[in-house]
């Protein structure tokens, strides 16, 4: 059959010229031609892919940051669909682990963007490894062990990065420029790190938003203003960072702001270069995600989910694909990544959920 001139062939799509796509962008006098030109060649590691991470992510890929890497431990479930905009129905439905349903919607949007995406959780014996070259890490974490360690990490390395958090109608935000490690002359002036205004991450229970609730503008004005701060540092602007600790109640209009131009005398982290978080000092195997339910990393060893398909049938519903397993026997949910971590639903209790992975993964 011939093809005419408006068949939907492939070839009728040509690809997006970047020129027009970046076109207001470039018009903005803060990026221009030249900023917009290191955005390409830019590198960011986000960590988190919830809330925060997915419209970071997304903001960041839509103005043409070149390299993404992105980690997350989750995966996709029906109430995150009010605030995570990367995310669709059909993700919550196939419970598709956070990081790749990331990459596969940017793939969408931006084809241009290369994508590095980790289903894993953060810890210290793979933070050098997963977050590799990024010269740039955004905290998009839900936890404060996660973000000391970022901490003590980008210290160490001599890494910026941006704290961020949200919840409730509340969002906040802090960039954090270390000093560089080889004691070179930086580009920018040292600011205070996270352990010079917390020397110790809070103790007793931290609200979530899985307690606490959260309003997804929250979540996008975090995002937003720890976006833009990236776009001041990737194109070259270090100067121009806010050198504060600065937070907004949306709900209230309360806003605060906390000095954080300096590294404070006799910091643990960046003044006596003491990295106890990354060291892994005293770290739970086991850790609570703040709902109901508990996460098991005790096994760093590849899963065979065919085999464990198996063995697991008889004992209930079992649907697995490439990236995850889903094990449901009422009232438990275990899901099982590829590395051996599981995540526990239907108890907050360890000991329950310990036996249970013992019982039906063992050891
Ligand atoms: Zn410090």
Request: aromatic share 6%; hydrophobic share 40%; proline share 6%.
């Amino acid at each position: 059959m011939q093809h005419t001139s408006l068949d939907p062939s492939p070839t009728a799509f040509p690809s997006i010229d970047d020129r027009e796509r970046y076109s207001r962008q470039i018009l903005f006098p803060g990026i221009g031609e030249e900023g917009q030109r290191r955005l390409r060649e830019a590198h960011v590691g986000i960590v988190g892919c919830g809330a925060t991470g997915a419209a970071a992510a997304s903001l960041l890929a839509r103005a043409g940051v070149g390299t993404l890497t992105l980690i997350d431990r989750d995966f996709v479930e029906p109430s995150n669909l009010q605030r995570q905009v990367l995310f669709d129905e059909s993700d919550a439905l196939e419970a598709l682990p956070k990081a790749e349903a990331a990459r596969r919607k940017i793939a969408q949007f931006n084809s241009g963007v290369q994508v590095r995406s980790h289903v894993s959780d953060l810890v210290p014996e793979n933070i050098a490894a997963l977050l590799g070259d990024a010269p740039l890490i955004l905290d998009a974490t839900d936890n404060f062990e996660t973000r000391y360690l970022i901490n003590d990490f980008a210290v160490e390395q001599g890494r910026p990065w941006i704290y961020a958090a949200a919840i409730g109608a509340y969002a906040a935000t802090m960039n954090i420029l270390p000093r560089p490690a080889s004691g070179a002359d930086a580009a920018w002036e040292p600011t205070a790190c996270l352990a010079c205004l917390f020397p110790k991450p809070p103790s007793g229970p931290v609200e979530t938003c899985d307690t606490s609730g959260i309003l997804s503008t929250a979540v996008n004005l975090a995002a937003s203003l720890q976006v833009t701060e990236t776009l001041k540092f990737l194109t070259g602007q270090p100067e121009r960072m806010r050198r504060s600790l600065i937070s907004f109640d949306l709900w209230t209009s309360e806003r605060s702001e906390i000095g954080a131009a300096k590294p404070r005398t006799g910091c643990t982290v960046c003044g006596q270069r003491s990295f106890t978080h990354l060291e892994g000092a005293d770290r739970p195997h086991i850790t609570l995600c703040g709902r109901n339910s508990v996460q098991i990393h005790e096994h760093h060893r590849p899963v065979d989910f065919a085999a464990m398909r198996d063995r697991l049938t008889p004992h209930g519903q079992v649907r697995f694909n490439n990236l995850l397993l889903r094990f449901e026997r009422a009232p438990h949910t275990l899901t099982l990544f590829a590395d051996g971590r599981a995540i526990i639903q239907g108890t907050t209790d360890v000991t329950v959920a310990r036996s249970l992975y013992a019982r039906f993964i063992g050891n």
